[in-house]
């Protein structure tokens, strides 16, 4: 059972218990904004990724906003955000597993449900479940357009599996998936744009076999924070999946940006307070690898000139001070900007919801620790 927060509604930030995972209203709010505006009039739906956020409450949002659903990794986070309230899941992902894919199934019966594929032997999986349940299931063909992850090899062999998908009775194609995740990062966009650019050639062809064969392909989806305006313009994509964007994250905020890109602001914060500080331009945080992710990256401390996050242990987290820079005192409380904000939510059960210094809200991280 989820822990109660160490906060409450009313309190002033500083008053926040620590390591809290923090959530600046006003920040995500302008970003749900800059999102729907960025695909207004492009013909592009948006259906951003809950992996980032895991919360029913930040899905509703940016339905709200325009979304048409949202995106999630795992079954166990679609029957959280189900249940949560959200009406139209896309697992962007292969489900493999009996008890798995009953689940996945059965949640046909309370939402609109989909699912990839990259295999033939787990398209006929997928059909035996969604017949077992008497349901169909929206079926999309993943591609690897350049990740070399999960996917099949974009053209003839994607046709072939759209044909076995498109033949079972339990499934319903409903077009390809062609996310170029390892691109996400790239510092360059130059690079970034060369990379979308072959990525949506691959999956130009291969709606185009898919199309010629006789069988719809109604969706190409794919795209992340750090590409989504190519795939947006490319006319092959007409849906994208941008997820970070709502909070960013260190690793993120080191991209450079095309001109004319909506920037989005850093919402998500670890609060951390001093535990310790034995000698002059060193000092130790609470909140070590059990409170933000180092995969990619150390925290960096937010807006303190010459005080650095350098080392990570289970329970602390090392600051080194320059001799110019203002030493935070024991006790103090500093926001980190985690390196990785997707696996930092994940450690936590609430977001304390933050505006103007004070907490206004408490969110629970509804599909924290689904991870089957």
Known sequence: MPLSPRASIGIALDEVDTPALVLDLDALERNLLRMADAVKGSGVRLRPHAKSHKCAEIARAQIAAGAVGVCCQKVSEAEALVAGGVADVLVTNEIVGKQKLACLARLV?????????DDAGNVAELDAAARAEDVRLDVLVEIDVGAHRCGIEAGEPALALARRVAS?????????HAYHGSVQHVRDPRERRAAIAAA??????????IANSGIACE???????????????SRVYNEIQPGSYVFMDADYNRNLWEEGWPRFEQSLFVLATVMSAPSPGHAVLDAGLKASSVDSGMPQVHERPGVEYVRASDEHGVLKIAAAAKAPKLGEKLLLVPGHCDPTVNLYDWFVCVRKGKVEALWAVTARGAVW
């Open 109 to 117: 019966r309370e939402a609109k449900v989909g699912v990839l594929a």
């Open 168 to 176: 079972c009775r339990g499934l319903r194609f409903a077009g390809l």
């Open 219 to 233: 969706t190409v989806t794919g795209a992340g924070t750090g590409t989504f305006m190519l795939e947006s313009a």
């Open 200 to 209: 949506a050639e691959k999956a130009r062809l291969t709606k185009t076999l």
